[in-house]
Every structure is written in structure tokens, then in C-alpha cells.
């Protein structure tokens, strides 16, 4: 199985310990966006501030956050990335999750297989669903 690991499929996955996919882990390949990284620890970033962690539990969530990501091929958002996030979609989605669907279509692409696209997030799930991906993590799509 190859997979899409989307941000909030990550930062549930380190802050909630629920994974996005019953086989977490167990993936052929894995890709996800450079975006991703900086979305992430912005979010790990928030948590601290806001005091739901301590020096010791944001440095683990950070380091897993490491960990994680060096397990999936991460790809740079480059202009071509940015040209397909600038079309249209299907359903609403913000500029970030176009970068993520884009990422995720272009990979999809190149790759034999179909790419399960694992995310938290309802609405990108609602588009990445309408764009023909097969969707994990979200309830009830």
C-alpha cells in the first residue's frame, strides 16, 4: 500500500496516538509534502505555547515527529505543485490543503498503485475523496 500522509493525519497520530490507517506503519511507500513538516511543528509549536505540553513531552512529540517523517519521501513544493494547487477542485478547500492535493496527484501519477490518501481533516478529505482518492482517517465520509 502506498500511502499520502497528510498533517493532520501526523499531528493526530503524535498528540492524540490515533493513527489515521488500523495498519499505521505498515506501508510500502509513504510520501508527503515539505509543507507538512512546517505545519506540523507549527501545530506542536501552538500546543506548547498554550501549555497542553511540557519541555519534555513537546521534545518526544517533536523527536517522533522526526522519526516519521524521515520514513516518507517527502516532496518539495515546487512550481509545478503550486500551477495544479492553483486550479480549481471540486469541493472547497484553502490554499494549504491544494498544496497537499496537488502533491498527492502528481505522486499519484508517477507511482504503480493506488495511493491512499490518510487525513483528519473532513473538508480536504471531501475533496481528496472527490478527486477519486481512497480517503483513511476521517469518520463518516
Known amino acids: 500500500m502506498n500511502v ?23 506501508w510500502g511507500q509513504a510520501f508527503t509534502s515539505d ?5 506540523a511543528l507549527r501545530t506542536l509549536d501552538r500546543y506548547r505555547l498554550e ?6 513531552e513537546i521534545s518526544a512529540k ?11 519521501e517527502r516532496m518539495a513544493v515546487t512550481a ?12 472547497v478547500i484553502g490554499a494549504l490543503d491544494a498544496i497537499h492535493l496537488a502533491t498527492a496527484l502528481l505522486k499519484e501519477d508517477e507511482i504503480e498503485g493506488e495511493l491512499v490518501f490518510l487525513t483528519h481533516d473532513r473538508q480536504l478529505g471531501i475533496a481528496a ?4 482518492f481512497d480517503v483513511r482517517g ?3 465520509l
Open 62 to 72: 517533536r523527536a517522533e515527529l522526526k522519526f516519521i517523517l524521515s520514513a516518507a
Open 138 to 140: 476521517v469518520a463518516n
Open 35 to 39: 509543507l507538512t513538516r512546517v505545519e
Open 4 to 26: 499520502y500522509l497528510e498533517t493532520s493525519a501526523l499531528v493526530q497520530r503524535i498528540v492524540v496516538r490515533q493513527p489515521a490507517l488500523k495498519e499505521w506503519g505498515q
Open 80 to 91: 509545478e505543485v503550486l500551477e495544479k494547487a492553483s486550479q480549481s477542485y471540486p469541493t
Open 51 to 56: 501549555g497542553a505540553f511540557d519541555d519534555v
Open 129 to 132: 475523496r472527490a478527486l477519486g
